[in-house]
């Protein structure tokens, strides 16, 4: 074979935007490495990467079913060390509020309470618009991977779906990865040119995965809050994202501002709702029992409506710790009257 016996030496440059603090690597074999596993196992995962998830539906608390699309043990191993080698070591931008460690919905819905203009924006499905196309370019363009490597990334990150246009491939909802894809695909398709637009008109702007939240501290004219939904909107339009009109909010002081499973006007709290929704299902617990309650309910179990209670309880200490002690007193009650530990 005479190519062995060329005296020339190929050198590999490494892309002078990539991110030197990232694990490099230059093809199949040098990725495998990086994470650990023989390349023929990655070039599988990649292959045969449909028949790696079992596929699930959910219902949506807006009604419909939402598809989860849940890795096997081994493409998700795979994808845990794309998130702890490559994701997680790059800096979150403030306005990203989901899957980032110590931010949560109280931290994002703080930047917009007490503001007497409030508007809230949901990007319809969210997940499965974030495409292969999209995840390969993030890793080429902004972190300086060769094309080849990041379509493998892409492929690992990705599941193929039937649409009405062909199989495409998208964000699986239920893969680890997931979470920083989109945060990261959506920033620079979407934060980046929106920070802008919201510079010029002095809003302030989070994005809570698919929740879109801009407020400003003086109650605009409806011609310029007009005006500035219209920016907002092309860029949403442009980016290849859809807007739910359905969920679109323009609510101002005066009015209950709702963000994030929250109201806002003053400062975060529970919905008034929410809480004496859960109030009355604690005191039917105490009175029927848990069992029975679950029973009427449609729930599998007393214990697994204990644990909903529980989780619920949980939530609301991060937003009010006071109403939600209330809350916990009156669950333990009910538990101590049916003998629960």
Known sequence: MPGYHKNVLEI??????????????????????RLGIQT????????????????HT???????MRVIHAPSDRIKYVQSKVLELILNKLEYPPCIGAYVQGRTTRSVAEVHSGKPLLIVIDLKDFFPSTRRAWIRQFFNKKLGYPHNVSSLLADL????????????????????????????????????????????YGMAYTRYADDLAFSHTERLDRPTTDAFLKEIEALIKTSGYRINYKKLRVVRAGRQQRLL????????????????????RIYHCKAKGFDQVATEMGISSGNTLRMQIEGLISYYHMINPVRAGKLKTQLVEAKVVHGIV
């Open 12 to 33: 590999m440059d490494v892309n002078p935007t990539f991110n030197l603090e990232l694990p490099y690597a230059f093809d199949n074999t040098s990725l495998a490495y």
């Open 40 to 55: 023929r196992t990655l070039m599988y995962l990649i292959i045969k990467k449909a028949e790696h998830y079992k596929i």
């Open 58 to 64: 959910i219902p949506k608390k807006s009604g419909g």
């Open 157 to 200: 990150t990705t599941v193929p779906i039937e649409t009405p246009v062909g199989v495409r491939h998208v964000v699986p909802q239920g893969a680890p990865t997931s979470g920083a894809v989109c945060n990261w695909v959506a920033h620079y398709k979407l934060d980046v040119p929106i920070l802008v637009v919201c510079a010029k």
């Open 261 to 280: 499973g929250m109201t806002i006007n003053e400062k975060p709290n529970i919905m008034r709702m929410q809480a004496r929704n859960l109030r009355a």
